[in-house]
């Protein structure tokens, strides 16, 4: 198995309250991403990343922010969460070349009330 | 709107059946992927496609990208229950922005 570890894998948290989702690697890989999952919608792209402090934005971006500071570690932060950020959340990494392979994390399952 | 099209979003067969499910996009993509998921877990990867035409095949899972490189078709050949899960395409950039469709959830029934 990859070398990708998701923390928290479970929270419940208050409307309005920050929250911070984590992503660890040791793989070393260049990419990695933070989707979430809703039923219906398969797997949405929120931001991903291509290293260190590069960041872009993906298709339901509005409401998040990351951060990432070291290869290994890339954080999903919900400035104020709102009911409809419910969802389980997955991270995922990729070497980065066009053919390969991405990793998933376990998801975490973030409910908002 | 969902970038990647997937079709039928629900399927259940019994064991021994043929099926094909199929991934559709205006969009070009430098490669498609299939990956299948199973609950509480990650979508794992089965199969990456890069040149239009190509056809590959698993087992008894056939995966076609077509021409255009837009679309794709997974025909999986005498289903067995285990076979069960949510079956996701995935296309890729030239940036490596990675998209999802919704998924095939497929239910074989022994």
């Known amino acids: 198995d990859a070398g990708i570890t998701q923390s928290p894998r479970h929270k419940v948290t208050e409307t309005g309250t920050p929250v911070t989702l984590r992503c660890h690697q040791t793989?070393?890989?260049?990419?990695m991403y933070w989707y979430r999952q809703d039923p219906g919608h398969g797997l949405r792209l929120i931001h991903y990343?291509?290293?260190?402090?590069?960041?872009d934005k993906g298709e339901v971006s509005d409401g998040y922010s990351v951060s990432r500071s070291k290869t290994e570690d890339f954080l999903l932060t919900l400035e104020s969460a709102t009911s409809s950020q419910t969802s389980v959340y997955f991270c995922?990494?990729?070497?980065?070349?066009?053919?390969?392979?991405?990793?998933f994390g376990q998801g975490t399952r973030l409910t908002v009330v | 709107t969902q970038l990647l099209e997937q079709s039928p979003q629900f399927l259940s067969i019994q064991e021994g059946e043929n099926l094909t499910v199929y991934c559709n996009s205006s969009?070009?993509?430098?490669?498609l992927q299939w990956y299948r998921q199973e609950p509480g877990e990650g979508p794992v990867l089965l199969v990456t496609?890069?040149?239009?035409?190509e056809v590959k095949k698993l087992k008894r899972l056939t995966f076609q990208f077509g021409d255009a490189r837009k679309d794709s078709s997974l025909h999986i050949t005498a289903a067995q229950t285990g076979d069960t899960g949510l079956y996701l395409c995935?296309?890729?950039?030239?940036?490596?922005?990675?998209?999802f469709g919704a998924g095939t959830r497929l239910t074989v029934k022994p």
């Open positions: 969009s070009v993509f430098s490669s």
């Open positions: 995935a296309g890729r950039y030239n940036n490596n922005d990675m998209r």
């Open positions: 990343s291509y290293g260190v402090k590069d960041t």
């Open positions: 496609v890069v040149t239009g035409g």
């Open positions: 995922a990494i990729s070497e980065g070349r066009r053919n390969t392979e991405a990793f």
């Open positions: 793989e070393n890989h260049r990419y």
